[in-house]
């Protein structure tokens, strides 16, 4: 099988039998699911979400937490990876946003990318979960279910070389859909550890590439 047909398997499997497919963070806002999103770096979305009910009643907008201190916001998030840090970052940003962009999050990707804790993927899943662009956000699990089904070279050892082969080979219309079938995929079945193969819909075609699939 090519690459090219692997593709078209996988995407078309996808198309059929998960037609509807988001982010499983939950928000209200622009700047929630950045909020989020910055949270859940290194950090399962289940627990973010255990996290940011009581963050999002005492802060829910930009206004609101640029008036905190990073210890104020502690508080909420002390139980997700690296707190000390993320809550340095959410009070820097939230000021920024209010002092630079009237308390809106950017739709412009160099904007969003300056941001205090918000990196390439924060970025690409704001673009494509809130401003509906064709973006590729690459984790951990969207870099694992790549390399193990084939979709990438071997060579395409960093997240930035994952996201540029996929954005090459996925169509336009797939792009933000397709991010979230791929990290699903490792959520739930490829996982790092255990894969569940006896549960994958493409156990007939996966060349099960398991070797430096794990993004140390």
Known sequence: MTRKERYNYILDYFRKNEPNVTTELQFSSAFQLLVATLLSAQCTDKRINVVTPALFRRYPTAEEMAK???????????????????SRHLAEMSRI???DFDGEVPDDPKDLIK???VGRKTTNVVQAVWFGKAKMPVDTHVYRVAHRLG?????ANTPLKV??????NIPEDDMSSAHHWLLLHGRYICQSAR???DSCPFAP????????????
Do not use: H
């Open 97 to 99: 946003l209010v002092s």
């Open 68 to 86: 905190a201190e990073p210890e104020d916001i502690l508080e909420y998030v002390s139980s997700v990876s690296y707190p000390n840090s993320k």
């Open 115 to 117: 941001l205090p804790g």
């Open 163 to 168: 996201e540029q082969e996929l954005v090459r």
């Open 151 to 155: 979709l990438v070279s071997k060579t």
């Open 195 to 197: 894969p569940k193969c």
């Open 205 to 216: 075609i996966c060349p099960k590439l398991l070797e430096g699939s794990k993004l140390e």
